[in-house]
């Protein structure tokens, strides 16, 4: 009862555009929590949800697996370049990360099922549009429309599986879905490579279809609506300053790889992301309901798993651009074999990541996160050494410790970021933490791309190289080792951060 006396006495100085004392909201955020904490939900249905949330995750995470195994298939099919190519993974990612924390806030005021089965329907849509594509640019297009619905699956999976599962379960169940991640991150590069070994690249684009149908029926059926409580509003200043930061600090960097960071538009979009950043900030300071409830980075450890999963994001998504690269340019490999060896990093991360979540719900998340990310950097430190003569059996040994570290990682680093959030900010969280994911992926494309492609041009000692995939392969593998020698370094950096988290949190 007294939770609901402040909560309409706070949405009515709200409505009254009041000031509010430091001490009353912090009181109110108090009571938010311990109603978090103590509201009954109704968790007969959970599985069910989980079921078809993971329908959801299945979809966009066997869309992006397939489109990286064919980036070279339309790189040659569509006669372009490897820099235009690219747009077709991050033209998707940009989208993604842009709008993701605006879905997530939204998510808050009008409830997740209406936003998350509208993401099936677009996603489905743009997954058949991407198929009928005749040229990159069309392709590029429809990758961002694609986009805008695999934007509101990310971003509030997560919520809606925390909300239908019990705190003591939500690990557990966050794991079986960072599971369903590895699902189809491995049978996208399987189906991937059997579908251009037999058939045209469109159907890599139509396999989306069936489930994306099927999952659109799931969601409506099982997932219910909860309604959120007090009057909401959408804080659209906020959103439109963050949309323009992101968006111009994206397109800075993968810019910047092809034009060079010195060049004056390059800078120009960078300063001008800094500036809407600064203006963002100002904004949520002075809102009462703002976009993101900056008081949420007050929390150190909080801020430390955000921190290091983004580290791991961007590691990650460099070696997924890479690999294809190196095993069908460099090792000769066929798309349909080379799809085979990239499933080895996510079985390994699907069979590690439920049982790690089943774990942190009994013995916490701290040390096993540290944990996790000492096993990537000595899975990171492992891939570093590929090489001319890799063979088959090496390249699946090396790639094992890597998806047991990220599968040990993730789950726990998930259950604690959700956990820390109180039930009104679930779809904010969400967001946050999905945003991390995708700002990640898109930075590593980008950064690991132009490293990459930086090292193969110093490389080579002609000079005038137009393309970096067309140098010599022992060229390739020396750029791949520098490239990945730059990622043990962002590990061990994270691994650091957790470290002192947990002796931070040891302490009190």
Known sequence: ???????????????????????????????????????????????????SVSSGTFLATIDGSIVNIALP?????????????????LGYMLTVA????????????????????????????GSALCGFSQNIGALIAFRVFQGVGAVMLAALGTAIITEAFPPQERGMALGLSGLM??????????????????????????????????GTIMVWRFVPQHRPSGREQFDFWGAFTLFVSLLSLLLGLTLGQQRGFTDMFVLLLLLVSVIALVMFYHIEKSSLQPMIDLRMFDNQLFSVNLITGFITFISAAGVILLMPYYLQNVLGYQPYQAGLLLAVFPLAMGLSAPFA????????????????????????????????????????????????GMGIFQSPNNSAIMGSAAHNRL????????????????????????????????????????????????????????????VCLSIAFALALSLWALWKEKRG
Request: charged share 10%.
């Open 427 to 486: 779809g904010i969280a969400s967001g946050l933490l999905s945003l991390t994911r995708s700002i990640g992926q898109t930075i590593g494309l980008a950064l690991m791309g132009a490293i990459w492609a930086a090292q193969v041009h110093y490389l080579y000692p002609q000079g005038g190289l137009i393309e970096a995939t067309q140098a010599p392969s022992q060229m390739q593998v020396l750029a791949l080792q520098r490239t990945l020698s730059f």
């Open 357 to 404: 979540g089943w774990m942190s719900d009994r013995w916490g998340t701290r040390r096993l996160t540290a944990l996790g990310l000492f096993v990537l950097l000595l899975g990171y430190l492992g891939i570093s050494t590929l090489s001319e003569t890799t063979t088959m059996q090496n390249y699946i040994l090396l790639f094992l410790p890597l998806g047991v």
């Open 181 to 214: 991640v590895s699902i189809g991150l491995i049978s996208g590069p399987a189906i991937g490579g059997m579908i251009l070994g037999s058939a045209s690249w469109q159907w890599i684009f139509f396999v989306n279809l069936p489930i994306g149908v099927i």
């Open 73 to 89: 298939v339309l790189q040659r099919d569509l006669a372009t370049s490897f820099a235009v190519v690219e747009w077709v993974a």
């Open 98 to 125: 842009t709008l993701m924390l605006m879905v997530g806030r939204l998510s808050d005021i009008i409830g997740k099922k209406l936003l998350y089965m509208s993401g099936f329907v677009v996603f489905t849509i």
């Open 1 to 51: 009862m007294q939770y609901r006396h402040q909560e309409v006495c706070y949405n009515y100085l709200q409505y009254m555009k009041t000031p509010l004392s430091p001490t009353f909201t912090q009181s109110i955020s108090s009571s938010f929590k311990e109603e978090q904490e103590t509201k009954v939900f109704d968790y007969s249905r959970k599985w069910l949800v989980l079921a």
